[in-house]
């Protein structure tokens, strides 16, 4: 559905202007933005959603209650132009699967007013049906819902990402540096659903063959349905499935077959600031089958992070962050676990393109490398 078609689909209804219908003006040029950008619409948007409700009418069965009576949780209405009153809006934008799926992908989700809360209690009757849209950037508008390497989870996105990995010094024999690039896909099909898609594809490390030198192969392939529980203005809940697929090869510790369930967050407790993480057990499906994964263990991954610049300014967007992740073998002694903890930031380069770096060092007794390195080049569209 196109923007002007959502915007005919929101009423706002005073009851002194009941029974008038002005002439529709010129609707504005909508452009797509970044997730959680900061435009301003004085206004102008407000002014064409009070003429169109007032030009279309309100049928009896799109009444609105009095506001005494609106629910506490109920739409919330975008701030009114100057000079306005108090107004009650509430939006009917639940659609066919399909035609959600459609405005999600190709959609203005960051035109103003399409964003509104969802609540865990109608997690099975809405949002469904309902395009995607960005969410605004956390309480105060200084903290954009953005993805950073390390702690990437708990928001919904629509972007793509390049990344490259590098890790120094790995303890297994052969030894030597290891490597691997990553091409990840999020789009999102409504409000509530959303899938990643992961396609390592470049890995390579060192071998016992002196001939050989390193073993390039490409990893294995990853597909991630994404559900969001809730969301409101400073946090996000979502629960995810990470289905990994036997595409790599054993060389480089891939061939392995597992599912992940996790849950994932997003919160801006105060100010700049952003605290996240998730938390589920990788299930190999495949051991004993000539993989050489690991087993069930718990894994998870927190992070706190700091926005100093806004987004309209060199380096904008840019935040530092603080990263902590761990893997915790169900089975075998304490001393296999993984902890790593490391610094990144991100920052907006140009046309929504981003950069985010992330460095991890390892904390715990047992270390697989020295040091990992990964580097990114988002795009948000």
């Not at 509430?90 to 959600?100: F, R, T």
């Not at 061939?255 to 919160?267: D, I």
């Not at 169900?330 to 001393?335: A, Q, S």
Request: hydrophobic letters at 40%; glycine letters at 12%.
């Amino acid at each position: 559905m196109s923007p002007e078609g959502i915007v005919a689909r929101a009423y706002l209804v005073l009851p002194a202007d009941r029974g008038r219908s002005p002439a529709l003006p010129r609707l504005p040029k909508l452009r797509p933005d970044r997730c959680g950008s900061r435009r301003r619409y004085k206004g102008a948007w407000a002014a064409i959603v009070l003429t169109l409700g007032m030009s279309l009418g309100v049928s009896p069965a799109q009444e609105l209650p009095p506001a005494s009576s609106m629910p506490a949780g109920g739409p919330v209405a975008p701030r009114p132009a100057a000079g306005g009153g108090d107004a009650a809006v509430v939006s009917l934008v639940e659609e066919g699967l399909l035609d959600a799926a459609f405005g999600s992908v190709f959609g203005d989700a960051y035109a103003p007013g399409r964003w509104r809360p969802l609540p865990l209690r109608t997690f099975f009757t809405e949002g469904w049906g309902e395009a995607w849209a960005c969410g605004p950037e956390g309480r105060d508008g200084t903290t954009p819902r953005h993805g950073w390497l390390g702690a990437f989870g708990g928001v919904f996105y629509r972007l793509w990402f390049t990344s490259l990995t590098y890790r120094h010094d790995l303890a297994a024999t052969p030894g030597g540096d290891a490597y691997a690039g990553d091409y990840v896909l999020f789009l999102p099909l409504s409000r509530r659903l959303e899938v990643a898609f992961d396609v390592p594809f470049a890995t390579g490390n060192g071998t016992s063959s002196p001939r050989s030198g390193y073993a390039r192969n490409v990893g294995d392939f990853t597909v991630t349905p994404r559900v969001l529980m809730s969301e409101s203005r400073a946090a996000t809940q979502v629960l995810t499935l990470i289905v990994r697929t036997p595409t790599g090869s054993t060389l480089e510790g891939n061939r392995v077959t597992s599912l992940t369930p996790r849950y994932e967050f997003w919160t801006n407790p105060v100010g700049s600031w952003v605290f996240r993480g998730g938390l589920g057990p990788p299930i190999p499906l495949n051991q004993g089958r000539g993989s050489s994964g690991p087993g069930t263990s718990i894994a998870g991954d927190i992070a706190l992070g700091r926005y100093v610049r806004p987004h309209d300014v060199p380096v904008g967007d840019l935040v530092f962050y603080v990263a902590c992740n761990f893997d915790v073998p169900l089975r075998g002694t304490p001393e296999a676990a993984h902890v790593g903890l490391g610094p990144g930031t991100r920052f907006h380069i140009t046309n929504n393109y981003f950069f985010t770096q992330f460095w991890e060092f390892p904390v715990a007794r047992s270390h697989a490398q020295d040091y990992i390195l990964e580097s990114a080049i988002v795009k948000v569209f």
